[in-house]
């Protein structure tokens, strides 16, 4: 995994940043600079859950394809939860679930990332997550914004739904849809102690975050391309904003 990493982001110019080391794993942060020092900061984050084998291969095939604006500082964070993912199970080898650990930092790994931005001299302004829901028939995605600019969910939930199901029917985990694919979050855990990365980055900092999930009942080839589907059009929407959308990040 962290070989295939290592190669699409070297080519696609980006840095590594080794944040921490915990049981026996490295864990990695790529990023690559603008060629602007005030520019917005966007994260991507993938492989928190380590049975949900489809965000850190999407992140993957994202690093050898996608066009990486010079216009944005991106920090990507491929897999956070190693031990998780070589168990093939949610949490990590602790049994610790590391997107409800972000209040409680119970975890190296949660503690690992949080002290990684700390140390940044810009704040999260953007964060893409990468995920799939095992009950889920279609693609949804969760909308939580706490900073400015226009939202990024309708073109990004147009893109999938031209070769992927988006989720029609609510609730999903007592979420209501406002429209097809698309819950908007407060910024407020589901569990008072349980915060998710998004809940943690919102409450930080003014910050735009969407939450991907694929549909769990499509095979994982399916899967993976549905997230690079809603990946790419992000990133095309932060180059090129549709016409019309004057509002900044
Ligand atoms: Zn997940």
């Not at 794993?25 to 492989?47: C, E, K, M, N, Y």
């Not at 991106?74 to 602790?94: I, K, Y």
Request: aromatic share 10%; proline share 8%.
């Amino acid at each position: 995994m962290y070989q295939q990493v290592s190669e699409a982001a070297t080519e696609a110019g980006f840095q590594s940043d080794r944040v921490g080391r915990v049981a026996g794993d490295d864990l990695w942060i790529w990023t690559r600079r603008a060629s602007t020092p005030d520019a917005t900061v966007v994260f991507l984050s993938s492989g928190i859950h380590g049975d949900e084998r489809s965000g850190p291969e999407a992140l993957i095939r994202l690093l050898e394809m996608a066009n990486w604006d010079d216009a944005y500082d991106w920090v990507v964070m491929p897999l956070l939860n190693p031990s998780g993912w070589r168990l093939n199970r949610r949490e990590n080898a602790d049994g610790v679930d590391l997107n409800r650990d972000f209040l409680r930092r119970s975890a190296a790994e949660t503690n690992a990332l949080i002290d990684w931005w700390r140390h940044q001299s810009k704040p999260c302004s953007i964060h893409l997550s990468f995920h799939e829901d095992w009950e889920a028939d279609g693609f949804y995605l969760y909308e939580i914004a706490t900073g400015p600019g226009p939202s990024l969910a309708p073109s990004i939930l147009m893109s999938v739904a031209g070769d992927f199901p988006l989720q029609s029917e609510g609730p999903v985990d007592d979420h209501a849809l406002c429209a097809p694919g698309w819950i908007t979050h407060a910024p407020d855990p589901d569990e008072p102690e349980g915060w998710p990365e998004a809940i943690w980055l919102t409450r930080t900092w003014p910050v735009r975050s969407y939450t991907f999930e694929a549909p769990g009942r499509l095979p994982l080839a399916q899967r993976i391309d549905s997230l690079i589907s809603a990946g790419s059009a992000a990133l095309n929407f932060l180059s090129k904003p549709p016409s019309g959308l004057n509002e900044k990040f």
